[in-house]
């Protein structure tokens, strides 16, 4: 479904689109899981073990970034491979679903960075 007005539409088919709208937002809404995403998707070809994300991704506590794997694996956005070893490693890795999300991901960066210029060139202009 494209976001364009339209004739005849269904009470149903609107709430329809709010829900999964809904849907989108929770799973990427807050500050970490866009972040995470990107970390994971730059790093695709590398071991991403725990702590080398909480060094990684600038500003993220342990026990906030344990959180939004979590929230990201429940949702199949992200894969977690528990190692064998002494002491446990544990790594990460975006899915094939997660990496669908990509496309979106960029074009949210893309109106950012618009929206950034807007914004700059505005505050400039009133100076």
Aim: proline fraction near 3%; include cysteine; hydrophobic fraction near 40%.
């Amino acid at each position: 479904m494209k976001v364009k007005p339209r004739k005849n539409v269904s009470p149903d088919q609107c709430n329809e689109a709010m829900l999964a709208l809904r849907d989108s937002i929770e799973i990427w809404g807050g500050k970490w899981k866009l972040m995470i995403l990107l970390y994971l998707t730059i790093r695709v070809n590398e071991k991403n073990y725990f702590m080398e994300m909480v060094r990684g991704i600038s500003g993220i506590s342990g026990k906030m970034l344990s959180k939004e794997l979590k929230d990201l694996e429940m949702n199949k956005l992200v894969r977690r491979i528990v190692h064998d070893t002494k002491p446990v490693t544990v790594e990460y890795t975006i899915t094939a679903y997660g990496k669908s999300f990509i496309p979106v991901a960029e074009q949210l960066l893309q109106w950012g960075l618009a929206h950034r210029k807007t914004i700059k060139a505005k505050l400039r202009s009133k100076v």
